[in-house]
């Protein structure tokens, strides 16, 4: 019996003495570079600090040239952008005297607005901008006269443009301007700050001889009931040289009112006939017009002639309009020096058209008047330009209040 113990003993000490090595010398292994690359996956120990120097060395390298990359790919994606992305703008300081019915009235006021286009593939465009908020769709301006009153901006206009086809376009949204979805030389029935809610197409045919059709859905804003008014347009036109100096444009419009009749139109300017404070008439309104242009050597440089006529359909008295007038001087205005004149003459009777949509500037945008504008444009410097208007317009109807109004401006163009 003692033999046996003490033979177990001696075996235990072997296994203890066996075990002491096998650590020690394992534990010297893995204290070498190699021994360490070889295993630090599978071993959980303590590392020598050269090692992890080098390691951390590595991994902060990596990390730099990751972000690097990254930085590398967010600034190449935003010179891209910038490349199918255009901005432009203005900024307008307005003085405005106006006398009407014995009072003057004056004021100053200020415009500021950007407009942002970007064209991600070849077939869609998305445009938009923001404004100073006036208090009449019909004008952007805030004015001067509250030194305390914090002024706001508005989102003036956003929209979609589709191209199918180089000729064909489709847009939807709130869109640039009536002037944008059809062809309008004056502002006898589309205010210049309107901007149309809808849906539209354009086919168009480019070059000096050019046909074009336009067509859509405006809605239009009602106050009197929960229904949706419309105003459905359609245009056809065209554009062609008579000779090198001489060019011609002309189409013919028809707009026809949807839910209009028995509603009534916000912002109206309270002019058209009515029946229990609505609308007494549907408006279904053709429209012809044209413009002629001719290029000259010299100091006019450019002469053209224009005109409009409107008539509603829809009513039997009262329903006709037109505008005909002439421009001559530089057509574009963006440099010192350079200058243009209008000379305008137009008569819109009281159901020939919407009273919620013409020149704000001719007697408040109301129908149902008479009078004469004259314009006159300078540039002062690189997009910098003087403009003044003068209008001198008299209501149709008996007493036949006279308003005589002068707007002059600064305008910046960026």
């Known amino acids: 019996m003692a033999y046996i113990t003490s033979h177990i003993l001696r075996v235990k000490i072997k296994v203890a003495v066996f075990i002491l090595f096998f650590i020690f010398s394992f534990s010297f292994f893995i204290s070498k570079p190699m021994g360490?690359?070889?295993?630090?996956?599978?071993?959980?120990?303590?590392?020598?600090?050269?090692?992890?120097?080098?390691?951390?060395?590595?991994?902060?390298?990596?990390?730099?040239?990751?972000?690097g990359r990254e930085e590398k790919f967010r600034w190449g994606l935003f010179k891209k952008l910038l490349k199918k992305m255009d901005i432009e703008g203005d900024l307008r300081i307005k003085y405005q005297w106006d006398k009407k019915d014995g009072k003057v009235k004056k004021k100053k006021e200020l415009r500021f607005g950007v407009n942002c286009v970007i064209r991600p593939t070849k077939r869609f465009k998305v445009g938009f901008g923001i404004s100073s908020m006036g208090k009449h769709p019909r004008s952007r301006d805030v004015s001067f006269d509250n030194l305390f009153k914090k002024e706001s901006f508005k989102l003036d206009n956003i929209y979609l443009e589709y191209f199918p086809l180089k000729i064909?376009?489709?847009?939807?949204?709130?869109?640039k301007s009536f002037q944008s979805s059809l062809w309008e030389e004056t502002d006898l029935l589309w205010d210049r700050d309107l901007r149309p809610k809808g849906i539209g197409a354009k086919l168009?045919?480019?070059g000096d001889e050019a046909i074009f059709l336009n067509g859509g859905i405006f809605f239009l804003k009602s106050d009197a009931t929960n229904l949706n008014s419309f105003m459905v347009y359609f245009q056809d036109g065209a554009k062609f040289k008579f000779s090198k100096d001489i060019s011609f444009c002309g189409a013919f419009s028809y707009y026809n009112s949807i839910r209009v009749r028995g509603n009534k139109l916000k912002f109206s300017s309270e002019t058209n006939s009515v029946e229990n404070n609505r609308l007494k008439y549907d408006y279904n309104v053709f429209v012809p017009e044209m413009e002629v242009v001719f290029s000259m050597k010299g100091f006019l440089h450019s002469l053209s002639f224009?005109?409009?006529?409107?008539?509603?359909?829809?009513?039997?008295?009262?329903?006709n309009g037109f505008l005909f007038g002439t421009t001559f001087g530089w057509k574009k205005i963006n440099r010192l020096g350079k200058w243009q004149v209008k000379l305008i003459h137009r008569k819109l009777e009281r159901d020939a058209w919407l009273d919620s949509f013409p020149d704000s500037g001719s007697?408040?945008?109301?129908?149902?008047?008479?009078?004469n504008e004259i314009v006159f444009e300078l540039g002062l410097y690189r997009n910098l330009i003087f403009k003044a208007k003068y209008y001198r317009t008299r209501e149709m109807k008996y007493p036949r209040r006279l308003d005589n109004l002068l707007k002059t401006f600064v305008l910046l163009k960026f």
């Not at 064909?168 to 869109?175: I, N, S």
């Not at 224009?306 to 008295?317: A, K, M, P, R, T």
């Open 168 to 175: 064909l376009k489709f847009w939807v949204g709130k869109y």
């Open 363 to 371: 007697f408040e945008g109301k129908t149902e008047i008479e009078g």
């Open 36 to 67: 360490n690359h070889f295993l630090k996956g599978f071993i959980r120990g303590p590392i020598s600090p050269g090692c992890q120097m080098g390691e951390t060395k590595v991994k902060m390298q990596k990390i730099t040239e990751r972000k």
């Open 306 to 319: 224009y005109g409009e006529f409107v008539h509603n359909f829809s009513v039997d008295l009262a329903n």
């Open 204 to 206: 168009m045919k480019y």
